[in-house]
């Protein structure tokens, strides 16, 4: 049996970051497993193409179940099947969220997560095109800059915004977060820049880093409640490989739990009844599933529109606000503009039109993912159970009537035609004066609405009956094993989730490290 310092389990948005900074030390050995393929699918690192990839071999191509308060639709959720996971499919904007999402961490019983604790490691990951300042900094792997060509019609957006009140903000990152500007994105000189480009081309010559593509992990092996490496299957081999110091797995929020549960850590019962043998009762595992929905409202052109440009991301503008509908501190809405038509993510390149994306960014409906089989080929189940909860369906009705505000601000004038979605014969404003959730908008919303691709939770960190893992990242009552990517999160951040899990991961590697330190200055006492 090989052996390793560490074995990480996926090399995507967390699982990338955590093999780059455990090789820095050239003493740590890390074997990086990853289901997928290397990244050398053109398409990945030009920006416009990013809609081109879902689907394909670089993706997992998930689905929900049907989904009960969306007409029982299953949601198409695309994962990342590739060295960099997620982050060589995902739209590249750099939003880290609120400060009170990481305040709220810290209260829900994770010491050490707080905005204070968490902005170091935010600057720690970045190479901020604007340069070094109190909220970003320079000497990160990750390269975050400004839309290289940016659509007139990204710019006519924020004056759209502008215009209604909302302030213009240059740094959703920076002193706060609401109000309207251009989205920074991880691209550098027009290429995307994802987790396997920024934390592991650059260290591909390292000897102590091995990285292992087309490696499905079966299973974490255990002696006792010890974690001492795992089972993978390669080419039709499988291998067994151990991890003397732990197991970092980094496998996303679908996959994690699903790797737990088939190694025996998760609700007994569920694993009782697939005969997988219990090594801990964590019935949080596969529990607390939150995701962003988002619906569009999309306008023809009354003229022929400038092309997109090829390091566009297609989604360059955007405005962040607080519909006071929740209860949330934080924004709720999160609106992205595309000078395009969107159908989902995909373009509809023959018709000229504008795109108003609103997103619901702090929902209070929770999903979960289970095991279908104990067959580790096989999906996990995934529930989403969007707007279960009804402060969703109104906070998204909000969001509808604001962006058909912003269309009609006057700043889209020259080229505002006929609306395409919902249609001018979906209204609500009779519904709205009468405090009631408009039934047309209503029904629009279930019929279209759609993942954002920004699932979290569901190994979530905490001490409660639910939390799988402490502030550590280290699964209860298990040694040798932590969790590191998005579905240690409580709760969802407000905005895009790949810059926080980037953090999570610099954070974690720094634990990780401290662990190890602790460990060996024990050893020579």
Known sequence: MSQYDYVVIGAGSAGAVIANRLTEDPK?????LEAGTPDTKPEIQIPVDWPTLSGTEVDW???????PYLNNRKIFHPRGK???GSSSLNAMIYIRGNAHNYERWQALGNPGWNYSDVLPYFKKSENQQRGSSEFHG?????????????????YCFVDAAS???????????????????????TVKEGRRQSTAVAYLHPILDRPNLTIQTGALVSRILFEGRRTFGVAYTQNGTQYHVRANQEVILSAGVFDSPKLLMLSGIGSAEHLHALDIPVIADL???GQNLQDHLLVAVGYLSTQEQQAIAPTSNIVEAGLFLHSGTSNEVAPDLQFLFSPALLDSSTLAHDVPGITLVVSLINPQSRGTVTLQSANPAAPPAIQANYLQHETDLQVLVEGITIARQLAHSGAFDDFLGEEAAPGSDVTSDE???????????????????NTFWHPVGTCKMGNDSLAVVDAQLRVHGIEGLRVVDASVMPTIPSGNTNAPTI???EKAADLIKATAHSANHSQQV
């Open 28 to 32: 740590t050995t890390v074997l990086l």
């Open 61 to 67: 191509a998930y689905f929900t179940e049907e989904e």
């Open 82 to 84: 590739v060295l960099g």
């Open 138 to 154: 320079i000497d990160g792997p990750l390269t975050v800059t400004d839309p290289l060509a940016p659509h007139p019609l990204s």
């Open 163 to 185: 215009k209604l009140g909302y302030n213009r903000n240059p740094d959703f990152n920076g002193v706060q977060q609401e109000g309207a500007g251009l989205y920074q994105l």
């Open 283 to 285: 019935p949080g595992v």
């Open 431 to 449: 519904a709205i004066a009468r405090s009631a959730v408009p039934e047309a908008i209503a029904a629009y919303i279930r019929q279209t609405a």
């Open 503 to 505: 953090m999570i991961a």
